[in-house]
Structures are given as structure tokens and as C-alpha cells.
């Protein structure tokens, strides 16, 4: 049986192709292990800072590819279409990080009514959230459209969480405002909303092309285009989440904030611009936000359940949102992957857009 895998070359993002890899006889699977088919999965510029990140952060381990390539991780949804694992039964539906394939191979572990993780050696190195899938057969959460929304936001919506999780419990360091760079993307949103919903408020930087989406999402105070950064007042202290990664822009705001700049905090990389030679910047130094270590200091301060139960919570409050500010559009087979990730690399995606995609013709 054979897996077709879409892989990238590290080096060069723009090169992509189509590989076939030979998957073990469904008849005689090693134990525990569960032979999965990718049904559909969800890709966003958050997949392109998984990309540009992949050998710093490891993501390239985790579905491993030829020499020089890599296959860019992905949330969707898959079925078990065979199974060595006594508690997991073929046609089980699993929700978590596959890669950009037509089929991955688990080594079940942790196997409970809930969910399992894969074993598997190469995946060890990695935060631990991105090994879990959650068995989501019957669950309308994750049904439909419901359940793109869950591929495409959730997990986007977590790191939102996150940041504003860190930014509350430092009193958003003394800023009277925040500002979100690429604010039309879903990471911006989502954490625009929640500050907004706690009363903070959130100026969104966005190009001339988006402002009307941003405008619109009604989360956001101030919306401003990169090239009038100079027209905010440069007297009140500001935190500055960076959701762009272009260090042009970054500098320049440092330069008109100086020390009004009370927290510069690098999340993504949307633009993919170089900071080789930013040098030293007036204000708080750029730091980036490294999920899994903030996950890991509320789990052992919120306990078992904490962060589930408070993330869950800001999630019912932010999916209303969607319906109105989200078009999912679906695209099937291996031309239509390339194309959307291609579009999405050089930034031709409009904001409003959700890409579901299957390799699956």
C-alpha cells in the first residue's frame, strides 16, 4: 500500500512535490500500531511559521522526509483504517497533527476513551500536545463545519490564549495599549478578542488590502496601516506582539515607541522577513513566545484539567465570531494543495478565507 506525501525543500520553500512512500500490509501491522487515512486538514499561515521554524523548533522531525525536504505538519482529522491495538478499532475518527500526506502509520500509546498518542521514536523530542489526537467519532464539536473551524481556529485560538494568559498575569507589563502586527491574521484575532473582551485596549498594523477585514471583525480599536505606524502617539507605553516577523517594521516601531515600548514579544512569522541585522532596538528587547513552556508552567499551576477548562471556556466565548468573519473553502487533490500552499507562502490568501484540503482527489 502507498502513502503520497506533499514535501517541501527546507532551503527553499517555494519548491514542492509529490513523494510516494510504501506503507506496512494492513493485514500485519506491528502491535499497537494504527495505519490512519488523512481525510482533511486545515492550512493557514501558522503552517508556513512551522516551515520557516522547522529545524530550530523541530517540527521537521516529526513526519520525517527525504534528505533536504520536509512534510509540513498540519491539524485535521484522519481514520483508522486498520488497527493492532485492541482498544482501537478500525473507523475510529482522530482530530490532531498529521502530516501533509494521504496516510500516517501511529505507534498507539496512552490509548484512553478520550484519545492516545503516538509513540513513536522520532516524535519524542517534540512538545508532547503535538503527539495527542483526540478520538472525536461522534462528537458534534467536530462535526462539519464545526469541525473545520476546530482544525483551522483551535489551534491557532490556543496560542492566542496563551499570549493573552502571559500578558495578563504581567499586567500587560504597564502597556495602555497593545499592538498586534498582521492583524487580519486568525492568531491576531483571536487574541485581539480576548483582550478586548478583558477591557484592554488593541490597536491592529495591517496592509491598506485588509484594513476593511480588520475593521470589521469589531475586536479591534485602532486599525492602522504599516505605513502610518508614525501617526500613533508615541507617548503612551505600548506592548507590541508580533505576529509578522518583519523586522523592518519591528525596528521602526521600537525607533517610534523607544522606551514607551514596554514589551516586544515575537509569535509568528507571516512575512518571513530576515532580522539578521536588526542590531540593538530602544525599548524592551524582542523576545519570542514559546507555547509549550508557558503549557507546561499552567499545567503544574492549574493542575490536571486547568488549561482545558479555561481555554474551553474563552473558546465558547470566541466561536460565535467565526461564522460571520470565516469562509471555509474546501480543495481536493494534489494540484489544489500545491496552489493554496503556494498562495498562502507568497501571502495570496485573503484573510477572510479558511483552506480545508485533502490530497485525496
Partial sequence: MTS???VVAR???????????TLPDAAALPADTLLVKVDRFAFTANNVTYAVMGDELKYWQIFPAPQGFGNIPVWGFGEVIASAHPSVPAGERLFGYFPMATHLVIEATDVSKRGLRD????RQGVAPVYNAYARVGGDPAYAGRQGDYQALLRPL???????DDFLAENDDFGARTVLLSSASSKTAFGLAHLLHTRGRKVTGLTSSGNTGFVSKLGCYDDVVTYDRIASVPADIPVAFVDMAG????RAALH???RDQMKCSVRVGLTHRATDANEGVLPGAKPRWFFAPDHIRKRA????????EQRFGAAWSGFA??????????ESRGPDAVQQVYLDTLKGRIPPEQGHMLSLFG
Fill in 255 to 257: 525607533q517610534h515607541f
Fill in 4 to 6: 503520497f506525501d506533499f
Fill in 320 to 329: 460565535p465570531m467565526l461564522e460571520r468573519c470565516l469562509s471555509v473553502v
Fill in 246 to 249: 518583519n523586522s523592518a517594521l
Fill in 11 to 21: 532551503n527553499d520553500l517555494e519548491q514542492c512535490k509529490l513523494i510516494d512512500t
Fill in 157 to 163: 485560538f490556543m496560542l492566542s490564549f496563551l499570549v
Fill in 119 to 122: 509513540g513513536a521514536a522520532h
Fill in 300 to 307: 503544574k499551576e492549574w493542575g490536571p484539567g486547568g488549561i
